[in-house]
């Protein structure tokens, strides 16, 4: 295919991705900024008519924060935050952002604790912050912007940043070829073939960066997703219920399958690997491949750009293809106490209206590799391992699904969870501990928070 038709293939499946998030529509982010300027130059016109000199913008700030998250991600909403304090500088942006390798959730309740909770913040545990009386609606005039908005308690909250992308196998090619790999895996055992082959001509098969907890999510979800919430999307609710348990012969085979996997082709490094290190260890033939996002085709890109890899989602035994991809409860959110002032409030309203236009909105999905969730159609050049997360994202025989923790609602889990649970299924492995022992812990643990919360 040449470079043309794939554009114009690409601009046909963005165009349709923006499904990604559960129901709404309406007018987009350039109708409401050409409003305002429109509504500017009436007044402007009117200062003039009266021989008067137009009054100054009235100087306002706010603080602003995000996950650190993926280099590229972080690159893009930096870049967003610039471009926004260029065109407006009168409105200064405190950029308050997370850092370091602790979990989002613990940064921003410990912003809320010593009294510096961001006044517009990305969520992502909503629910959390909502139920603590953090959070206020996002203002109804920023509906219009989005395909869809998601729900809680009938409610809108959060204006999502990006949709939820799958996650699947990044793999160099030429590792590949060197292994003998001609075909890729139609079911998840000849998946554990593939590895064998990598395995036997020396390289590393698989790199993981475990230093980073969230990492962990990918591979911990890839099994509980074809094996748990597949079949059951409520499970967590019936586990909160007790009704389910770890132990139960689903979650315990996807576990085992986890410790399997890293017990023999992940790399003896994966503890004290951080995910910015993946992709140099995938560039360099270190490793032969890293299971992630499209997030990190740009990283790999700047790593080396003549590096050839592909992308590939896992199928489960049976040849099925389940991704994580369902909309999230997540994006950006005004804090309850910052919408108390009606200028911080137009403000971020600017600054959301400003985000999510087609120019810079555009620029920020292209450096970051991500889903649009506006209702505006955004296209852009991309590339072949991008175009491939776009058929599974609009395929109807690609079952999406949801990680763990990322299900609101009766589904949510206990917010502490997840990040316990992570370092749980790390030291099974590196114990080499016995399963349904581990998930006896898990279960105990998760009735204990469940009480903890109730309190």
């Known amino acids: 295919m040449t470079k043309k038709s794939l554009f114009a293939l690409l601009t046909l499946v963005l165009a349709l991705s923006v499904f990604l998030t559960a129901c709404g529509g309406g007018n987009n982010a350039n109708n ?3 409003d305002e300027s429109s509504e500017q130059q009436q007044s402007n016109t009117n200062s003039d008519s009266a021989g008067e000199e137009p009054a100054p913008p009235k100087e306002v700030s706010f603080t602003i924060g995000y996950a650190s998250g993926d280099p590229a991600t972080r690159q893009a909403m930096a870049n967003a935050i610039k471009a926004f304090a260029d ?8 950029d308050i952002s997370e850092t370091g390798t602790a979990s989002y959730l613990d940064w921003l309740k410990t912003k809320d604790a010593v009294g510096e ?3 517009l913040v990305e969520l992502r545990d909503v629910q959390v912050f909502v139920d603590a009386g953090r959070v206020a609606e996002l203002p109804s005039d920023l509906h219009d912007i989005f395909k869809s908005l998601p729900e809680l308690n009938g409610k809108k909250y959060v204006a999502p940043i990006v949709g939820n992308a799958p996650q699947g196998i990044i793999y160099s090619k030429k590792a590949y070829a060197d292994a003998g790999i001609t075909e890729l895996p139609k079911t998840y055992d000849e998946f554990i ?12 098969p698989i790199v993981v960066g475990g230093k980073d907890i969230w990492h962990m999510g990918f591979w911990l979800n890839k099994f509980l997703i074809d094996q748990v919430y597949a079949n059951d999307p409520h499970w967590n609710s019936k586990r909160t219920a007790k009704q389910v348990s770890f132990t139960d012969a689903n979650v315990a085979q996807a576990m085992t399958d986890y410790k399997d996997l890293f017990t023999k082709y992940v790399d003896k490094g994966w503890l004290s690997t951080a995910d910015n290190q993946t992709a140099s260890i995938l560039v360099t033939g270190k490793a032969a491949q890293l299971f992630s996002g499209p997030w990190m085709f740009t990283q790999i890109k700047e790593a080396d750009p003549n590096f050839e890899f592909g992308f590939y989602a896992i199928p489960d035994r049976q040849g099925n293809l389940i991704v994580n991809g ?4 997540a994006g950006w959110s005004f804090s309850a106490e910052a919408s108390k002032d009606a ?3 137009e403000a971020m309203k600017s600054f959301i209206r400003f985000f999510f236009s087609k120019e810079q909105y555009t620029k920020f999905l292209e450096t970051a590799n991500a889903l649009p969730t506006t209702a505006e159609p955004i296209t852009y050049e991309s590339t072949e391992q991008f175009a491939k997360v776009l058929e599974y994202v609009n395929d109807p025989n690609v079952k999406k699904s949801l990680m763990i923790n990322n299900w609101w609602g009766d589904d949510a889990i206990p917010p502490q ?4 649970y992570y370092k749980l299924m790390q030291e099974m492995v590196v114990e080499n501990g016995d399963v349904t022992e581990y998930m006896k812990r898990a279960d105990a643990e998760y009735d204990n928070q469940v009480i903890q919360n109730q309190k």
Not at 193 to 202: D, N, P, R, T
């Open 417 to 420: 969870f997840r990040n316990w």
């Open 32 to 34: 409401a900024s050409n």
């Open 117 to 119: 909770y961001p006044d």
């Open 87 to 94: 065109a407006n500088p009168h409105i200064k942006i405190k």
């Open 343 to 345: 200028d911080k409030v």
């Open 326 to 329: 369902l909309p999230t409860l």
């Open 193 to 204: 073939a593939i590895q064998e082959k990598l395995k036997a001509s020396g390289i590393s």
